[in-house]
């Protein structure tokens, strides 16, 4: 797959697809402008796909077209291992919030709510989203569910673990927006806009870039400057490599040790946060996701066992920015641990989120429960 989509690689206006994305009929994908694609995206475009401009596809995102048509408006965010299928239309229709709420409001709208006007649209860590609408300025938070025919209002987000299978349930299992949410989109939107841009750049010098253990695009206000990862303390560059190991990833294996203890499709990417250090894996799901916002550092130490298709998100916290995984810690399949500190011989069930939350050693989080704050909010219904 290639890499640049739209515009030269270097120009304005440029979008990119990561060389592990696949696409199954790309002459049925339209890319808008500043797209960006990232490592093991799926796009099954059996039918349309549409991509609107300022809008990020993230890793492991599957965008399911297999039985009907997908379409993604401006600033469109689909987070890590999201997916959203068949006849989903997202970011296409509602009104934005005021200006003054949404610095980044298209800039050619013609006042509140406009038919012109655009605003960011999210898709959390691990949902699914299948035959549903959801209008501008809203979110579907992580390990959610929103089901054929539900139509998501804007200024209301779906609340992490929930299930909606119809209208009714809609107003019971969302909240409203506040500007802390919009603040973290926007702050989503512009990241992902460098990264179209520089990822973009960087493969026009060197077309080999996107591929394997390598540099991130760096050349930014939050990533000045490129990195090799660094495995059992030698920087690393090896393009044919199964995984993408990206940036300043500091990783206590040697890539022989990697290739045996790591499954596929795996995306361990600091561009944005940065450094990662991660002590000896005792083994990796294929699916696994390291990343992290502008800013924050995670700290995973030896003898984790991660499930397969696990989140692993730093972010700020009160303990310094840092997210932090303690020894022989196992994190179940499709589990979601974002920005948290967690204690030695700790177990996180699978399809579990753990978020904002510290917890001692030995702690135990069951499988399909929502933690936020260190209290248990729901389990996760689907």
């Known amino acids: 797959m290639g890499s640049v989509i739209a515009g030269a690689a270097s120009g304005e206006g440029a979008s990119f697809v990561d060389s592990t994305a696949t696409i199954t009929k790309r002459d049925n994908v339209t890319l808008g ?29 599957v965008i399911d077209a297999s039985q009907s048509s997908v379409e993604l408006g401006k600033m469109a965010i689909l987070a890590h291992g999201a997916a959203v299928k068949n006849g989903t239309r997202m970011g296409t229709e509602g009104k934005c919030p005021a200006p003054a709420a ?61 299930r909606i299978d119809s209208q009714v349930e809609v107003m019971s299992k969302t909240a409203p927006l506040v500007a802390g949410d919009r603040v973290f989109m926007e702050g989503v939107i512009e990241v992902n806009l460098t990264f179209a ?25 939050f990533n000045p400057f490129r990195d090799l990862p660094e495995l059992a303390g030698v920087h690393t560059r090896d393009t044919k490599f199964r995984n993408r190991i990206i940036g300043d990833v500091r990783m206590a294996n040697t890539l022989a040790e990697l290739d045996k203890v790591m499954g596929d499709h795996i995306s361990i990417r ?21 990343h992290g916002l502008e800013g924050s550092h995670i ?38 641990f974002f920005r948290s500190n967690l204690g030695n011989d700790s177990y996180v069930g699978s399809r579990s989120l753990l978020q904002d939350t510290k917890l001692p050693a030995g702690t135990v989080i069951p499988d399909n429960w929502v933690v936020v704050n260190g209290q248990f909010i729901n389990r996760v219904e689907w």
């Open 33 to 61: 402008k500043e797209v960006y694609v990232g490592p093991f995206a799926n796009l099954i475009s059996t039918n349309n796909i549409t991509i609107g401009d300022e809008s990020n596809v993230q890793d492991s995102v």
């Open 299 to 336: 700290e995973a130490h030896d003898g984790v066992v991660y499930g397969k298709g696990v989140i692993v998100h730093g972010g700020g916290t009160p303990w310094n920015d840092v997210t932090i995984i303690g020894k022989n810690v196992r994190i179940g399949d499709h589990a979601v």
């Open 270 to 290: 600091a561009d944005e946060a940065e450094p990662f250090k991660i002590g000896t894996i005792a083994s990796m799901g294929s699916g696994t996701i390291f």
């Open 102 to 162: 949404d610095a980044h409001a298209d800039p050619h709208a013609t006042g509140h709510g406009a038919a012109d006007e655009h605003c960011p649209s999210f898709v959390g860590f691990n949902s699914v989203v299948e035959g549903a609408i959801l209008e501008m300025d809203t979110m579907v938070l992580h390990l959610a569910y929103v089901g054929p025919g539900v139509r998501i209002p804007s200024g209301r987000k779906v609340n992490s673990g929930m």
């Open 197 to 221: 841009s520089g990822y973009a750049h960087m493969h026009d010098e060197d077309s080999d870039s996107d591929k394997g253990v390598n540099y991130d695009s760096g050349m930014t206000k």
